[in-house]
């Protein structure tokens, strides 16, 4: 049974909510440029059911959203913090892993058909979140870029 202990001022590991509302503010941000962004696409002279705004504007207001909750609560809510753990040099390695796969797969798609990139990248994630073995590594990116191949490819039709 553990108690919980205050947390003592100099502690740098403990969150302020000022901190809590400054990653809010980042993706708020974020959002805003999305949906900014995702107003600029034009729109075909024939009227569709779908409009090819209709992800980029639902992705940016999504993320607007959970930002604006993200800042309220940072201020609102009284966390628990028995149950965080401070931040590590892996897992910042990691999400910085992510970050350059990310954009790494963006400059290869350019270049090479979605099946390689794909593969390359959903393989990469897994290495980076810790999966090392053939299963790991070959058939669930082979998997998975095949279903997001078949399913926006080939069923929706949209230019890979």
Do not use: C, N
Not at 13 to 26: C, D, H, K
Not at 44 to 57: F, K
């Amino acid at each position: 049974m553990t108690a919980a202990h205050p947390t003592p001022e100099g502690d740098r590991t403990a969150a302020s909510p000022w901190r809590e509302a400054a990653v809010g503010g980042v993706f708020l941000a974020l959002g805003v440029v999305i949906l900014v962004l995702a107003r600029a696409i034009e729109l075909p002279d024939r009227a569709l059911a779908v409009s090819p705004r209709i992800w980029p504007e639902a992705l940016g207001t999504g993320i607007i959203a959970l930002s604006v909750l993200q800042i309220v609560l940072a201020f609102l809510a009284t966390p628990k913090r028995d149950d965080v753990e401070p931040a590590t040099r892996v897992g910042v390695l990691r999400v910085a892993g992510f970050v350059l796969a990310t954009l790494a797969f963006g400059l290869l798609w350019y270049y090479i058909h979605f099946l390689v990139s794909g593969m390359v990248f959903v393989a990469a994630l897994t290495w980076i979140a810790g999966g090392r073995g053939i299963k790991d590594l070959i058939l669930f990116p082979a998997g998975i870029t095949v279903v997001l191949y078949a399913l926006f490819a080939l069923l929706l039709r949209v230019p890979v």
